[in-house]
T-cell receptor, first 108, second 114 residues
Framework: GQSLEQPSEVTAVEGAIVQINCTYQ??????LSWYQQHDGGAPTFLSY????GLEETGRFSSFLSRSDSYGYLLLQELQMKDSASYFC?????????FGPGTRLSVLP | KAGVTQTPRYLIKTRGQQVTLSCSPI?????VSWYQQTPGQGLQFLFE???????NKGNFPGRFSGRQFSNSRSEMNVSTLELGDSALYLC?????????????FGSGTRLTVV
């Protein structure tokens, strides 16, 4: 079985940096993904880490430590439009299991 | 290119009825997965199809079923609807033949059971 943990809510101000953590327990592991979902919208893919280290895509970066079963999503230069829910997901075989999600609120 | 298309967008059904939802994946994507999303339970995996075969199944009762056609389009069916089946049903398609890359989600079907 699998379980993932994320903080339920995070609040930050525009222009700040925020880190959303994800810890996981799985019986098998291929990689850690991150998705963003705005209210009323569909989840959209942000990043994927199969190997340890940091992956950077513009203002967003994602980190993975396989030995610690831990990853995080780093959002820099926060903008109001970044207010959304963020989900980590573990790729186990062909099955994605999603974390409970972190609600990010960006304040002016 | 066209994204993942789910129909219908909204549905209202009464308890005991059955419902069929449709998902057309991105052209060339052979993997289609279905998820149920509710405020209390988050995104729960239902099942995944690849080349018309169910590869994985989540922890849902047998009332939830699905299938995939030769053109990769997929349908899911829920029989004997219960109030608790009210949710957003999302499908996602992927090129992945072995775990790896991100899914592209459709906009979902919002099912309300009354």
């Amino acid at each position: 079985g699998q379980s993932l943990e994320q903080p339920s809510e995070v609040t930050a101000v525009e222009g700040a940096i925020v880190q959303i953590n994800c810890t996981y327990q799985t019986s098998g592991f291929y990689g850690l993904s991150w998705y963003q979902q705005h209210d009323g919208g569909a989840p959209t893919f942000l990043s994927y880490n199969a190997l340890d280290g940091l992956e950077e895509t513009g203002r967003f970066s994602s980190f993975l430590s396989r030995s610690d079963s831990y990853g995080y999503l780093l959002l820099q230069e926060l903008q109001m439009k970044d207010s959304a829910s963020y989900f980590c997901a573990v790729n186990e075989d062909q099955n994605f299991v999603f974390g409970p999600g972190t609600r990010l609120s960006v304040l002016p | 290119k066209a994204g993942v298309t789910q129909t219908p967008r909204y549905l209202i059904k009464t308890r005991g009825q059955q419902v069929t939802l449709s998902c057309s994946p991105i052209s060339g994507h052979r993997s289609v997965s279905w998820y149920q999303q509710t405020p209390g339970q988050g995104l729960q995996f239902l099942f995944e199809y690849f080349s018309e075969t169910q590869r994985n199944k989540g922890n849902f009762p047998g009332r939830f079923s699905g299938r995939q056609f030769s053109n990769s389009r997929s349908e899911m069916n829920v029989s004997t609807l219960e109030l608790g089946d009210s949710a957003l049903y999302l499908c996602a398609s992927s090129l992945a033949t072995e775990g790896g890359y991100g899914y592209t989600f459709g906009s979902g079907t919002r099912l309300t059971v009354v």
